[in-house]
C-alpha cells in the first residue's frame, strides 16, 4: 500500500492510541495481516493515518482515543509494566479498564514510589522524555544510615557506576541526618540507587514528588487525576 503523505500518524501509533494493544502488540497485529487501512491489508506500521481513513483491527472499526493524561501515585512494590515477565504486580492493575491503554512517561522501579505521569499524548511524551529537554525532577531519598554532609558534592560534581557510568545530580540538598532531597535532569536506569551505592551508601526509600512543575501534592499512595490543561502546558513550557 503506497503512502507517501509526511503528515498523520503512524498506523502502530494509531492503533495504540486506540487502545487496541501496546505499540509493540500493535506492530504484531499489522504484521499477521490483520489491519485493514480503506478495506486493504496494509503490513506497514508506519503507515501515516490520514484524515477520512477507515482502520480496522481483527475486523472492528476503530476510532481514536482523545489524548488523555493522569497523574498517578506510584506505590512501591509495583513495575511500570502491562505484563511482567517474573508475574510481579504491575501499576495497570490499579487503573480501570478506561485508561489501560494509556503508557507511562518514563518509569519507577520496583522499590520507588510516588509522582508518575501516565498518557497517550505523544507530543507530552516526547517533551518530558527526551534527554535534551532536561526536565527537573525532585526526589526524597532515605538512607539506610546517616550521612556525611561530604557525599552531597560528590553527588553534584558526579560519581561513577560500573552499571550506568558516570552520572550527577544538579542538586543535592541535606534534610535530615539520613534524608536528601535530590533532582536530576536524566533518567538512567535505577539511577539514585546507583549513586548512592557509588559514595557507600544505600537507599532505604525513594519517593518521587515533582516532574518539572508538576508536584504530587497530597494525591493518596495507589490513587490517580486527570492531568489539567493548565498543567499539561506548564510541563510543555519547561520542556522547550
Not at 56 to 62: D, P, Q, T, V, Y
Not at 193 to 202: D, E, K, N, S, T
Request: charged share 25%; glycine share 8%; hydrophobic share 35%.
Amino acid at each position: 500500500m503506497n503512502n507517501t503523505a509526511e503528515g498523520g500518524i503512524r498506523l502502530n501509533k494509531y492503533l495504540a492510541s486506540c487502545g487496541v494493544a501496546s505499540r509493540r502488540g500493535s506492530d504484531a497485529l499489522i504484521q499477521n495481516g490483520e489491519v485493514l487501512v480503506n478495506g486493504e491489508v496494509c503490513l506497514k506500521p508506519s503507515y501515516r493515518v490520514q484524515p477520512g481513513d477507515q482502520i480496522r483491527a481483527s475486523g472492528k472499526r476503530l476510532e481514536p482515543l482523545r489524548e488523555e493524561s493522569i497523574v498517578f501515585h506510584k506505590p512501591a512494590g509495583l513495575v511500570c509494566s502491562r505484563n511482567d515477565e517474573e508475574g510481579k504486580p504491575t501499576i495497570y492493575q490499579l487503573l480501570p479498564g478506561r485508561l489501560q491503554h494509556l503508557m507511562h512517561v518514563g518509569r519507577l522501579d520496583l522499590e520507588s514510589e510516588g509522582l508518575l505521569i501516565l498518557s497517550n499524548d505523544g507530543e507530552l511524551t516526547q517533551a518530558l522524555t527526551h534527554p535534551k529537554h532536561n526536565v527537573q525532577k525532585l526526589y526524597h531519598v532515605t538512607l539506610e544510615q546517616a550521612f556525611d554532609n561530604a557525599i552531597i558534592p560528590m553527588l553534584e560534581k558526579g560519581v561513577y557506576s560500573e552499571e550506568i557510568g558516570k552520572v550527577r545530580a544538579h542538586s543535592v540538598k541535606r534534610l535530615s541526618s539520613r534524608r536528601l532531597a535530590m533532582v536530576l535532569t536524566t533518567g538512567k536506569k535505577r539511577q539514585i540507587r546507583y549513586m548512592i551505592q557509588a559514595v557507600h551508601h544505600r537507599v532505604k526509600r525513594l519517593t518521587r514528588l515533582k516532574i518539572g512543575p508538576l508536584e504530587l501534592g497530597d494525591l493518596k499512595v495507589g490513587k490517580w487525576r486527570l492531568l489539567t490543561p493548565q498543567e499539561r502546558e506548564a510541563l510543555m513550557e519547561v520542556a522547550k
